[in-house]
């Protein structure tokens, strides 16, 4: 599954970084609560079974770690 910044969602929170944010989140393997819609994207069809096995999204409204400072 794929998870999303939703672009409305980026001004409202300025200190993340486009890659640096959640590539510690992904390094450090943190688990993250992400609530939001489950959306299809079927522009993304040509990337199953190379980048993502299905061509369901989450674009997040709140993602909160466990155990560790919030990312909100």
Do not use: C
Request: glycine share 2%; no cysteine.
């Amino acid at each position: 599954m794929v998870i999303e910044v939703s672009p409305r969602m980026w001004p409202s929170h300025p200190t993340w970084s486009r890659a640096a944010t959640f590539r510690k989140v992904i390094k450090d393997k943190t688990k993250v609560r992400v609530t939001s819609w489950l959306t299809w994207d079927q522009e993304h069809a040509a990337h199953l079974g190379k980048y993502r096995m299905t061509l369901r999204e989450v674009h997040f409204g709140i993602a909160s770690k466990y155990n560790q400072e919030s990312v909100e």
